[in-house]
């Protein structure tokens, strides 16, 4: 059973820098495709970054040039390295994963919110 889980979530000031960490276990098949997506409560989940099994990446527009996305490990592992951070990037985290969209061009995958796989979150808070 795939499972995902995230850490480096905290609390950090303005202009800051946080890396998120999402670790990947128990994959079946041999590629798939990964983002991370992020919640404010009483909102809808919302894509951040995503990248496809190809290794091209999508960002949403609020975090271009500030957030890069990445993989390590044979892919096990996925990172969020988040810079000048703003009091509106604050949010629950979540790591996603899905080997169905393996293929899929990065772009198509950033407002789906039907990955297969999900971790259970990572808040990160930024004040002003």
């Known amino acids: 059973q795939v499972q995902l889980v995230e850490s480096g979530g905290g609390s950090v000031q303005a202009g800051g820098s946080l890396r998120l960490s999402c670790a990947a276990s128990?994959?079946?098949?041999?590629?798939?495709?990964m983002g991370w997506f992020r919640q404010v409560p009483g909102n809808v989940r919302d894509g951040v970054a995503v990248?496809?099994?190809?290794?091209?990446?999508t960002y949403a527009d609020s975090v271009k040039g500030r957030f890069t996305i990445s993989q390590a490990n044979a892919k096990n592992t996925l990172y969020l390295q988040m810079n000048s951070l703003k009091p509106e990037d604050t949010a629950m985290y979540y790591c996603?994963?899905?080997?169905?969209?393996?293929?899929?061009?990065?772009?198509?995958?950033?407002?789906?919110?039907?990955?297969?796989?999900w971790g259970q979150g990572t808040q990160v808070t930024v004040s002003s």
């Open positions: 990248i496809s099994s190809d290794g091209s990446t």
């Open positions: 128990g994959y079946t098949y041999s590629n798939y495709s």
């Open positions: 996603a994963a899905d080997p169905f969209f393996a293929g899929v061009p990065s772009q198509f995958l950033l407002h789906r919110n039907d990955f297969g796989y």
